[in-house]
Nanobody
Framework: QLQLVESGGGLVQPGESLRLSCRTD????????ISWYYQAPGKEREGISC?????STSYADSVKGRFTISKDKNTVYLQMNNLQLEDTGVYYC????????????????WGQGTQVTVSA
């Protein structure tokens, strides 16, 4: 059973930054792709960024140029710059074998989520 633990959420003002972390077992990032999903209040969960086991990355159009995904030996980071009100929601990381996939139903493991609130 792979464990994923998110952290780094909080309350910020529009235009500010946050860095989310998704910590997992050290061996896992050599075998799993990790995606960041977010769920705005009253809406469905949607994928925003992913990093494959080989380090290739992808982004949703809504976050391109503002968010950056990266990883080190046991943590995947999501650097979020220029946060906007619509970025408010719960952010989850999820793992799937090797390559990023488009459907959340393909992901085998999920973290508990971390709340990001952007408010003026």
């Amino acid at each position: 059973q792979l464990q994923l633990v998110e952290s780094g959420g909080g309350l910020v003002q529009p235009g500010e930054s946050l860095r989310l972390s998704c910590r997992t077992d050290e061996w896992a990032l050599s075998y799993y792709a990790i995606s960041w999903y977010y769920q705005a209040p009253g809406k469905e969960r949607e994928g925003i960024s992913c990093i494959s086991f080989d380090g290739s990355t992808s982004y949703a159009d809504s976050v391109k140029g503002r968010f950056t995904i990266s990883k080190d030996k046991n943590t995947v980071y999501l650097q979020m710059n220029n946060l906007q009100l619509e970025d408010t929601g719960v952010y989850y990381c999820a793992a799937v074998s090797r390559y990023c996939l488009g459907s959340e139903f393909a992901y085998d493991y999920w973290g508990q989520g971390t709340q990001v609130t952007v408010s003026a």
